[in-house]
């Protein structure tokens, strides 16, 4: 249960960000780290004979710190590359960002897998924008730099195949809540 809780992550409860690591027990409060989480990233535009864990190195580590390439899909008929990429939690999310591909520069777009409630105005987790002290209301909301566009659909994984993302979450806080009592 933990390995599939941890390897579906990040979750999210109320539309917070839920940051879970997984623990032996051993470790000190103090060394207990909740500064970053990492996320499924769908990034589009890359051609299909260019697409390799290569660069889905790089353009990983442009976005933030790269952890893992999806290679499922062998004969890159998706639309996009999945990379799993670490973010600090108190930065902007990433939009996107610029690769140089076959000798030409273009923009890479992406969308974010479970991402949880952000702010519109500054892109951060944490807060969402009618709680965000820096959004002035003059500007409408189509006109802020991020938005729900930024959110991708999750992949249905093996597990819980077609059931509905709520049924999950609510088993994972069920269980969450019987093994702390
Ligand atoms: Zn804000």
């Known amino acids: 249960m933990t390995a599939r809780v ?25 060394d207990l ?30 976005l933030g710190q790269f952890l893992d390439y999806d290679q499922s899909d062998v004969c890159g008929w998706t639309k996009y590359m999945r990379v799993r990429v670490l973010f600090k939690v108190d930065k902007p999310l990433p939009r996107g960002t610029v690769m140089k591909i076959g000798g030409e520069r273009i923009w890479v777009d992406i969308k974010i897998e479970r991402l949880p409630g952000f702010c519109y105005a500054i892109g951060c987790l944490g807060h969402v924008l009618r709680e965000c002290s820096a959004y002035d209301e003059e500007v409408p909301e ?40």
């Open 142 to 181: 189509s006109e802020l730099p991020y938005g729900t566009w930024l959110r991708a659909s999750p992949m249905k994984t093996r597990n819980g195949g077609g059931k509905p993302e709520k049924d999950i979450e609510n088993k994972l806080f069920h269980d969450l809540r019987e093994g702390g009592a």
């Open 6 to 30: 941890i390897e579906q992550s990040p979750w999210s409860f109320d539309n917070y960000l839920l940051l879970l690591r997984e623990l032996s027990g051993l470790e000190q409060p103090r």
């Open 33 to 62: 780290c909740f500064a970053s989480v990492d996320f499924w990233i769908k990034i589009y535009n890359i051609p299909f004979v260019k697409r390799s864990r290569a660069l889905a190195n790089i353009v990983g580590n442009k």
